[in-house]
């Protein structure tokens, strides 16, 4: 009797060790789970978007101002990285003196229906100074700049000479000091420097009908 007891003893014991590894085992696979998940997040949120050259010479239709700098920065009002970016624009023009006047377009897709869009973007964009805005029908305006994500922004000098092209927030959708916003401030407070440019965060612009399905599946 008490060797079966002792036998009894040693099996119920291994039974709680086994549980015990595997409960230690599914914690490990987990945490590695979630690190992964956050490596991807953090690698895909510094992954920039395309941009191109601005044109040295831009025609009538962009309002260029002969005596201040013009910003022009074309956004995507269902990209979840624009409120990121137009508040790094209200920090620029509170810290341009009175030296920088904004022109955005607001892309949107031919044939949508008024409630494709979402105006939140667009309330920001009323309440900053020195900022108007335009619809860009399919992006025309802003291929035209070259600015082929949203957030890109092109800043021209009162000479009509580009002098910077890129985005000014440091990932994708996070606000903060970032080097395209010191470019431009550079560019404001010293004059006419070499032109420069730097990477944008955003979702696509041109040819942006993934983020248009995607979108609209959730609404």
């Known amino acids: 009797m008490h060797q079966l007891r002792t036998s009894y003893s040693s099996t119920g014991s291994g039974v709680k060790a086994d549980a015990s590894f595997k409960v230690t085992l599914l ?4 945490g590695a789970a979630v690190a992964l998940l956050l490596l991807i997040l953090i690698k895909y949120n510094q992954i920039p978007g395309a941009i191109a ?15 201040r700098y013009t910003l022009f920065i ?7 990285c624009t409120s990121a970016s137009l508040y790094e624009l209200e920090r620029l023009i509170a810290r341009s003196h009175d030296s920088l006047v904004v022109h955005a377009y607001v892309y949107r897709p ?3 229906p008024s409630g494709w869009i979402d105006l939140e973007p667009l309330a920001s964009l009323a309440m ?20 082929l994500t949203s957030g890109s922004v092109v800043l021209y000098g009162p000479d009509g000479q ?11 959708g996070h606000a903060g000091d970032n080097a395209g916003s010191d470019s431009i401030l550079q560019v404001l407070r010293h004059g006419t420097v070499r032109p420069s440019t730097g990477p ?16 609209e599946n959730k609404e």
Not at 203 to 215: D, H, M, N, P, V
């Open 53 to 67: 050259k601005p044109p040295a010479i831009l025609d009538d239709s962009f309002p260029l101002d002969d005596s």
């Open 162 to 172: 580009p002098l910077y092209w890129g985005g000014i927030t440091s990932a994708r």
């Open 200 to 215: 944008v965060y955003g979702c696509e612009l041109i040819g942006s009908a993934k983020l248009r399905i995607t979108t």
């Open 110 to 112: 031919s044939g949508q």
């Open 74 to 80: 074309a956004v995507h009002p269902k990209c979840p």
């Open 27 to 30: 914690s490990i696979g987990w």
């Open 128 to 147: 900053l100074d020195s900022v108007s805005w335009e619809w860009d029908v399919d992006g025309k305006a802003a291929q035209k700049l070259g600015s």
